[in-house]
């Protein structure tokens, strides 16, 4: 292995190994009984949802421009009636 891919491998298994020793650590008996000066749980208020129609469509005011454009004109006299495009 080239030594700059040695390096970056060290790094990434080096902080892996502090993410998960940081979660198994915990916070001791007084983090999770709550503690003296831990803030009371938070109310939660639950609602009931019912589904319904939602729109899919937006308006907006804009000027729409080609990135090329071309001139059709007829090779005979006359009025052009139809374009056909392939």
Known sequence: MPPRVSIAYACVL????VLVASACGG???AAQAGGPGAMP?????AVTLAP??????????ATVRSLSSSTIQPQVEGI??????K
Do not use: Y
Request: hydrophobic share 45%.
């Open 80 to 85: 052009v009636t139809r374009i056909f495009v």
């Open 27 to 29: 916070g001791g008996a």
């Open 41 to 45: 749980p938070a109310d939660v208020k």
């Open 14 to 17: 080096a902080s892996a190994c």
């Open 52 to 61: 319904r129609d939602v729109p899919r469509t937006s308006e907006f005011i």
